[in-house]
């Protein structure tokens, strides 16, 4: 496999796209903004070429301070917006960034969750982003990792999760919070690590693959949840700096006294949104600077110890996983993951989806809608592929 290669895909698919190539600062310096949401994670990427990506838009209640962030730091739409997993602590402000900041792209784990936040959210991804991404394998070599060209040699690689080449994780703690998206951000010896709500299971499954997780920045898992950020995943990726977005005074009690314990045994320079406000690290491609709003003008400068250029060391295989979910690869389509309603009840054509042209909604495949039209259809293989693009229909409930 080639390493050139990889980013090469996408930064081409990229480049291609009107505005993508706007420079939005002179400095050739990287800089990613944990913005101070309370209890949840919005994070902001400006890469040295001004490209930018919001991964996640914390909670609800603080809509408006991520509004008014985003206007401060990104002039015209955010590049990418990525959604980790669909818990309302993560997605709460991303419809309304979407409406008055925009965006051109969004993804997200593509994990179904039946919660009217997500659904409402999709359909203003439906109405408002050009192009909606998932975290997918190239699938001409699929054990390759997704990689986002950013410019001047920073990329910004997806580690989790990769349906279909891995199922999503099933019968854990949280499985929307394990199938989080986990993204590794590189710039020159600098990386940057976003874990998302990631559990232990999580953490178990991608420390059994090829790839290097050094990170001179950790976004800790979960608010600093006591079960994630388990000592061997913090062992890899041995970070130097670490935030954690979190809530003053929240229910929780994140961050846990466990997982700050393992951080310093670790050795890493603890940051917390809620004692620190914001969280801003810059890169030059050699050292970070973390600065934080409440600490003054004391910044931390940390050296970047990433030595290889990759993140797979090799060939990305699928992780071995709990024996209660089959391991056969029937269905190429992520459908039995996705999919919460009871789908051993479907015969052969309801697990399939159909939309008909112009409309913005699905419908199962036996749906009578259907056989009464003659418009042009669109098939989806699952229904998680169909909530992606359409709302459920109301006459068949799909
Ligand atoms: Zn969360
Ligand atoms: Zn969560």
Known sequence: MSLARLPALLVLLLATLP?????????????????DVGQGDAALVISPTGKTVLIDGGPPESRAHLER???????GPLDLVILTHPHLDHLGGISN????????????????????????????????????MKPLPDPNDPSSLLTIGLGDGAALTVLWPRVPEDPFLKGTRSDPNSNSIVAKLTYGKTAFLFTGDAEPDTEATLLRKNIDFTSTVLKVAHHGGRHSSTAAFLAAVKPQAAVISVGAKNDYGHPT?????????????VFRTDLDGEVVATSDGNVVSVRAERRGSN???????????????????????K?????????????????????TQRGASEGRYI???????????SCKTLKRSKSERTEYA?????????????DCHP
């Open 382 to 394: 699952s229904r998680g592929e169909a909530m992606r693009e359409r709302r459920p229909a109301e």
């Open 97 to 132: 960034a979407l409406r008055t900041v925009g965006a051109r792209r969004f993804m997200d784990p593509g994990f179904d969750h039946p919660s009217e936040a997500y659904r409402d959210l999709l359909n203003v991804v439906g109405d408002e982003v050009g192009q909606v």
């Open 69 to 75: 962030r985003l206007r401060d730091l990104v002039q």
């Open 257 to 269: 006294a466990q997982v700050l314990e393992r951080l310093r045994a670790q050795k890493a320079q």
């Open 19 to 35: 505005g993508w190539a706007l420079a939005q600062s002179g400095s050739q310096s990287l800089t990613v903004h944990f913005f």
């Open 355 to 365: 939309s008909l042209k112009g409309s913005k909604v699905f419908h199962k495949a």
């Open 323 to 343: 024996a209660s979910t089959p391991r056969g690869r029937s269905a190429p389509s992520v459908s039995s993951d996705t999919d919460t309603r009871a789908p």
């Open 299 to 321: 910044s931390l400068l940390v050296a970047g110890e990433v030595t290889s250029d990759a993140v797979a060391r090799g060939p990305i295989t699928r992780g071995t996983r």
